[in-house]
């Protein structure tokens, strides 16, 4: 079968064989054969995919999306929140002043939450990456739980009726945000394909621009995992064994501001060690969908009681998908 990644594989097989003199087998050799071999294989993914993501991107403006969550109540409109989520590739840097300009356009919270979870965690980019790391049936069990938790927890939000919670300038700010529908929707209508192309080339090139240090530094710590980690450890601390594992990971991915481009290199090395996919999947969402910057930022609008509640649930949600997923991925 041929591999797309077969170039890629021997660049970096010539660089640490030759040019290096060392052997692929040494714990050296293999640290630096992975980051030599997924440095060009994430970046190339990374803007290929973006360019693709950016065309379909152009089909659908953040104002569209808020129009489309802009009077769905109940469980309806968390459902087609998660699901937009999913399809729009907005991370969380992006996300959370979506977020916020959603509460100002009306959006119910609850639906918002959905949005917010979904967006940076299952975010299609991230889609395309897991495939091309660790297989269609771990990408479909991660994409289901992912819009399935982002449903479930921002639909309990939205039962709580925690609106009381929401900073007052937010609220009081909805009378006065009244963005003209016809002109966004007429601009993204509008575009040639030579237009969309150019966007989508653009954005590509921004992404890669904001993202490729995160990136590079996972490799480089996956290639440390990857080549130096003693799998017996990795094995007792966060293997199958251990039934604090899920929780240990989904603890220590709170605190670290990455991407899921910059994560998933991480990942990759963690189950090379052994690790089961769940546990390392939760660690993944963990960054994603709770990272420390991403909670500073949302504490300028919601109340600390709201931004508990939010934690809480999607941690609880996390968890208990890292345990439900390796029961299900043998």
Request: with cysteine; glycine share 8%.
């Amino acid at each position: 079968m041929f591999d797309l990644f077969y170039p890629f594989d021997w660049l970096a097989t010539q660089i640490v064989t030759r040019l290096l003199g060392l052997s692929i087998e040494s714990q050296l050799g293999s640290s630096l054969h992975f980051f030599f071999y997924d440095v060009p294989k994430v970046l190339t993914l990374l803007v290929v995919i973006s360019f693709v993501i950016g065309v379909l991107q152009s089909f659908l403006s953040p104002d569209q999306v808020r129009h489309f969550l802009q009077g769905k109540r109940t469980f309806s409109g968390n459902i087609l929140a998660g699901m937009l989520g999913a399809i729009t590739p907005f991370c969380s840097c992006s996300a959370v002043p979506l977020f916020i300009g959603f509460l100002k356009a009306g959006v119910p919270l609850g639906v918002t939450f959905s949005y917010l979870i979904s967006a940076p965690m299952v975010d299609a980019i991230a889609v395309f990456l897991l495939w091309s790391l660790f297989g269609l049936q771990a990408t479909i069990l991660y994409v289901v739980f992912g819009v399935s938790l982002a449903i479930a927890s921002g639909y309990i939000i939205g039962l709580l009726k925690l609106e009381k919670w929401v900073e007052p300038f937010i609220l009081k700010s909805r009378d006065d945000y009244l963005p003209d529908d016809n002109e966004s929707d007429l601009s993204s209508s509008a575009l040639t394909w030579k237009q969309r192309s150019q966007e989508a080339q653009f954005q590509a090139l921004e992404i890669l621009k904001s993202v490729w240090i995160y990136v590079v530094i996972g490799i480089a710590l996956g290639a440390g995992i990857h080549g130096y980690a003693p799998t017996d450890l990795i094995s007792q601390w966060a293997g199958r064994s251990n039934p604090f594992a899920v929780m240990v990971a989904v603890l220590m991915g709170v605190p670290l501001y990455t991407n899921v481009a910059g994560v998933l290199p991480i990942a990759e090395a963690l189950v090379s060690k052994g690790m089961p996919l769940g546990t390392v999947l939760s660690f993944t969402m963990a960054v994603t969908a709770l990272s420390l910057p991403q909670m500073i930022i949302l504490k300028r609008v919601l109340r600390p009681q709201l931004l508990a509640v939010f934690i809480g649930l999607t941690t609880l949600g996390i968890i208990s998908i890292g345990y439900i997923f390796n029961s299900m991925i043998i």
